[in-house]
């Protein structure tokens, strides 16, 4: 933490989102009276039972818009995220919704008394700080004149909490909200995937290079990102892992939606 507010207070960081991971170690439970685990099998049923009633739970006690429960293989991931971090359709419109600044419906009951609170120095500057870098990465895939916020700061109200959520849109170049495209920033961080491809003077895009160029989440890293994740990779020692990646799908017709892998558990 020091670390980061020399860097902070030097003035090469605007803010840094230093994680930790902790491990916790389930013990399996016995088979009940007149059960019997097949061999082989006693710990895939213990521990993928216990994930299950784990997001059960947490469904119940923390409700989330973007809760999730995926088995894939040996990997299990349990989220009661809050937090979208893009979507896109058919037409080529992208949307991200940075979310910074929370308060409890317990500590603040209404709109009027949560605003009032979110509306100080620090919640604001976190707010603008993602902002910014949304923006950022969205101009090098849509580029000028194609990105827009269309919300900003606004308090939205969840099941227990109230959030300060801001909009970003944009028009992928050559989709049908701009068909046109438009002077789409070349640069070496920008995604090379198949999806690009030349259609005149101009270069077409999916939301699968929006999705590569806005990863990781801003909100899990700081700004400006890419000096960002550097010096947290080497404070924190060892690499990050699902919790603080996406969780999501893309579909046949074009469209897809992402949410931020926050308050998960994984295995």
């Known amino acids: 933490v020091r670390i980061c507010q020399d860097h902070i207070a030097a003035g090469d960081r605007y803010e840094l989102c230093l994680t930790a991971q902790s491990t916790l170690k389930i013990p399996l439970p016995a088979p009940r009276p007149g059960h019997s685990f097949k061999a082989g099998r006693h710990e895939e049923f213990a521990t993928g039972s216990?994930?299950?009633?784990l997001y059960q739970g947490l469904a119940k006690a923390q409700p989330a818009p973007f809760a999730s429960f995926i088995r894939m293989g040996t990997a299990t991931l349990v989220s009661c995220s809050p937090e979208r971090f893009l979507t896109w359709d058919e037409k080529g419109k992208c949307e991200l919704r940075p979310m910074k600044g929370t308060v409890k419906k317990s500590i603040a009951p209404t709109r009027a008394e949560a605003e009032a609170l979110l509306s100080v120095d620090k919640e604001t500057a976190e707010n603008l700080m993602i902002v910014d870098l949304v923006r950022h990465d969205l101009y090098g895939v849509c580029g000028a004149g194609n990105v827009r916020?269309?919300?900003?700061?606004?308090?939205e109200e969840y099941e227990s909490v109230w959030q300060m959520v801001s909009v970003v849109v944009g028009d992928i170049p050559g989709s049908k909200s701009n068909p046109k495209g438009g002077e789409a920033a070349e640069t070496e961080e920008l995604p090379k995937t198949n999806s690009k491809r030349e259609i005149g003077i101009d270069l077409q895009y999916s939301g699968i290079d929006v999705l590569a160029a806005s990863l990781p989440p801003g909100s899990m890293t700081g700004a400006p990102?890419?000096?960002s994740c550097e010096l947290l990779s080497s404070i924190e020692k060892e690499r990050r892992s699902l919790y603080s990646g996406v969780v999501g799908f893309m579909d046949v017709g074009g469209r897809g939606d992402w949410s931020v892998n926050i308050r998960c558990a994984f295995r």
Do not use: P
Request: net charge positive.
């Open 149 to 155: 916020v269309e919300q900003l700061m606004r308090v």
């Open 225 to 227: 990102k890419k000096r």
């Open 50 to 53: 216990y994930a299950y009633h």
